[in-house]
């Protein structure tokens, strides 16, 4: 049913796991012995950092932040609103936030500086996509599954007007969809 809105595939569920199983055993890797706290930044974050977190076999605490801004149009409005904060303390923590996408970098530049604004220890990004023709702030995350180029892309997290982020892969939505 969702398919048929679907222009093309960029990311199927099969490379969406490899990128879950790499990242996941390399932040394992560099942070045992850290009980890092991972932070997913809702609601796009979800269907992967469950894939992400069960591919790190070490101790972790995991906390989210909801955190908006594109208010349902396909362009990032730049303004970055915080919904619903973390509600418990950062200070002294190793923090890796957990991303579907990093676009502008406005949202994830603005969450990391207020994480170490907060005495957080470390802060790092871990994003199952990289889109860096989008930047329009200096931001390089420091874990990436996979970059893509400068489309709109929705599935596994990510929405178009809150719709398809249940699709199982990413994918590009048919013009049409959002010309309506
Ligand atoms: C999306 C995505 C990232 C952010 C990336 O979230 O999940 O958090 O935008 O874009 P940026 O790099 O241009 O800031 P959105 O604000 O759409 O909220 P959502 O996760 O609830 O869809």
């Known amino acids: 049913m969702l398919e048929k809105d679907i222009l093309k595939v960029l990311v199927t569920r099969e490379e969406i796991k490899q990128i879950a199983k790499k990242l996941g055993k390399q932040l394992a890797e560099d942070y045992k012995d850290k009980f890092p706290l991972v932070v997913g930044i809702l609601k796009g974050c979800v269907p992967f950092m469950g894939e992400l977190v069960s591919e790190m076999d070490i101790h972790l605490e995991m906390g989210f932040m909801d955190v908006s801004s594109y208010h349902g149009g396909i362009e990032s409005s730049g303004d970055v609103k915080i919904s619903k904060d973390l509600g418990l303390s950062v200070q002294d923590r190793h923090i890796i936030i957990a991303e579907d996408i990093v676009d502008t970098g406005r949202t994830i530049k603005t969450i990391k500086e207020l994480l170490l604004f907060r005495g957080a220890s470390s802060v790092v990004t871990a994003t199952m996509l990289d889109k860096p023709e989008g930047r329009v702030v200096d931001f390089h995350p420091e874990y ?37």
């Open 144 to 180: 990436i599954g996979t970059t893509i180029p400068k489309e709109f892309v929705v599935g596994f997290g990510l929405d178009y007007d809150e719709k398809y982020r249940n699709l199982p892969y990413v994918g590009v939505l048919k013009p049409e969809v959002y010309n309506k």
